[in-house]
C-alpha cells in the first residue's frame, strides 16, 4: 500500500481528502511562507512545491508527499490569512461586490525516486455586496481569521456567494480533480489506496 503523506496542517484539506477515500498522514511543513516577486499562480505552485519537499525529505520508500497552497487575488493582489479582525475587515470590504480568483497550487512528489509534478487550479467566485453589519457580524464568528481572502466558502459565508466559475473544493483548499490527475501521472493507482 502506497501511503499518501499531507504536507499541510489544513483540517479541510484532510477532510477533503478524507471525502473521496484517500487515508492520509498529516505532516505539517515548517516551510515560511514569503512574499516572492512572482505572479500568483507561480507564487502558489512554488509555496506548495517548498511544502512538499520539506516534508518529503524526512521520509524514504513508497509513497507520495502532496504539497498544496492556496491565494486569493483581486486585481493582482494576494490576500493571505487575516493577521487580526481589521485586517480581515480590509479584506472582506475589498473582496464584497466583486469577482475575485482563488489559486491552488499543488505538488505531488513520489518517494520512490523524487519525481516532482506542479500545477495549479484557479476559481473565479463573486461575493455579492456586503453591508458593514454583515461584515462585522462575520468576523464576530472567528471564521475568517484562519481563511485566505477572510472567508470560508464551505461556512457560514456561503451566504455571501451567489457564483463559482470552477472547481469548488479549490476554493476550499483542495482541488481534488486535479490533484488525482497529478497522483495517476506520478504512478498512484486507486488499487494503491
Same mark, same amino acid.
Given at each position: 500500500?502506497?501511503? +499518501? *503523506?499531507?504536507?499541510?496542517?489544513?483540517?479541510?484539506?484532510?477532510?477533503?481528502?478524507?471525502?473521496?477515500?484517500?487515508?492520509? $498522514?498529516?505532516?505539517?511543513?515548517?516551510? /515560511?511562507?514569503?512574499?516572492?516577486?512572482?505572479?500568483?499562480?507561480?507564487?502558489?505552485?512554488?509555496?506548495?512545491?517548498?511544502? !512538499?519537499?520539506?516534508?518529503?525529505?524526512?521520509?524514504?520508500?513508497?509513497?507520495?508527499?502532496?504539497?498544496?497552497?492556496?491565494?486569493?487575488?483581486?486585481?493582482?493582489? *494576494?490576500?493571505?490569512?487575516?493577521?487580526?479582525?481589521?485586517?480581515?475587515?480590509?479584506?472582506?470590504?475589498?473582496?464584497?461586490?466583486?469577482?475575485?480568483?482563488? *489559486?491552488?497550487?499543488?505538488?505531488? +512528489?513520489?518517494?520512490?525516486?523524487?519525481?516532482?509534478?506542479?500545477?495549479? $487550479?484557479?476559481?473565479?467566485?463573486?461575493?455579492?455586496?456586503?453591508? *458593514?453589519?454583515?461584515? $462585522?457580524?462575520?468576523?464576530?464568528?472567528?471564521?475568517?481569521?484562519?481563511?485566505?481572502?477572510?472567508?470560508?466558502?464551505?461556512?457560514?459565508?456561503a451566504m455571501f456567494i451567489p457564483r463559482i466559475n470552477g472547481c469548488y473544493?479549490?476554493? /476550499?483548499?483542495?482541488?481534488?480533480?486535479?490533484?488525482?490527475?497529478?497522483?495517476? !501521472?506520478?504512478?498512484?493507482?486507486?488499487?494503491? !489506496?
Amino acid at each position: 500500500m502506497s501511503r +499518501i *503523506i499531507l504536507a499541510s496542517a489544513s483540517p479541510r484539506r484532510r477532510e477533503l481528502l478524507a471525502q473521496i477515500g484517500l487515508k492520509c $498522514e498529516v505532516v505539517p511543513s515548517d516551510v /515560511v511562507e514569503e512574499a516572492q516577486a512572482l505572479a500568483p499562480e507561480e507564487l502558489a505552485e512554488h509555496l506548495a512545491v517548498l511544502k !512538499a519537499q520539506d516534508v518529503a525529505g524526512s521520509f524514504t520508500g513508497e509513497g507520495y508527499v502532496i504539497g498544496a497552497d492556496t491565494l486569493v487575488v483581486l486585481d493582482g493582489v *494576494i490576500y493571505g490569512k487575516p493577521v487580526d479582525r481589521k485586517d480581515a475587515r480590509r479584506m472582506l470590504l475589498h473582496l464584497q461586490g466583486r469577482e475575485h480568483q482563488v *489559486i491552488t497550487g499543488l505538488a505531488v +512528489i513520489r518517494l520512490a525516486d523524487g519525481k516532482l509534478l506542479r500545477g495549479h $487550479e484557479i476559481t473565479r467566485v463573486s461575493i455579492r455586496p456586503l453591508n *458593514i453589519g454583515e461584515i $462585522e457580524a462575520y468576523i464576530a464568528t472567528g471564521e475568517p481569521m484562519d481563511k485566505a481572502g477572510a472567508y470560508a466558502v464551505q461556512g457560514r459565508a456561503a451566504m455571501f456567494i451567489p457564483r463559482i466559475n470552477g472547481c469548488y473544493f479549490n476554493v /476550499v483548499g483542495l482541488p481534488l480533480a486535479r490533484l488525482m490527475d497529478m497522483l495517476n !501521472a506520478a504512478g498512484w493507482s486507486a488499487g494503491h !489506496a
